[in-house]
């Protein structure tokens, strides 16, 4: 039987150190792929690009998709400015796993988001977020 071949929300990381310091590199953490694979599935990296051809390209290849973690959503996707107590975000990211969301959708394979991934697939649906738990009057935080 063929294993489906999954595709993960890969970022990019810029080396800051050693023979290859300022490199761009295309990265998801182990993880994601041991998991896939041990799974039964086929892990491949669906690197980020703001090439949305490319990417669309990418996904009409795959059966399935893992939203990976990473960044905080950027508050103006769900309707709020930022607050101080927010992480690092990274609004082109956002855009590109929204499209590897909305091509998934559009094709009807199966989505598993993973942390931010989970948020991208709540927002993208009109969900919102807290910024921060320490702003979750409910939160135990």
């Excluded at 939203?67 to 975000?89: A, F, K, M, N, T």
């Excluded at 942390?115 to 009109?126: F, L, P, Y």
């Amino acid at each position: 039987m063929k294993r489906p071949l999954i595709g993960v929300s890969g970022s990019h990381m810029v080396d800051d150190h050693g023979p290859f310091a300022g490199y761009h590199r295309s990265y998801v953490n182990d993880d994601y792929i041991r998991s896939v694979n041990e799974a039964g599935g086929v892990a491949i990296l669906v690197p980020f690009t703001e090439d949305e051809e490319a990417a669309r390209e990418i996904m009409s290849r795959v059966d399935g998709l893992v939203l990976s973690g990473g960044h905080d959503v950027y508050p103006l996707l769900y309707g709020e400015e930022p607050c101080r107590q927010i992480g690092p975000v990274w609004p082109a990211r956002d855009r590109f796993d929204q499209l590897l969301l909305a091509e998934a959708e559009k094709r009807g394979i199966p989505v598993m988001g993973i942390c931010r991934g989970c948020q991208i697939i709540n927002v993208a649906h009109g969900g919102t977020l807290y910024q921060d738990l320490s702003l979750d009057k409910n939160s135990f935080v």
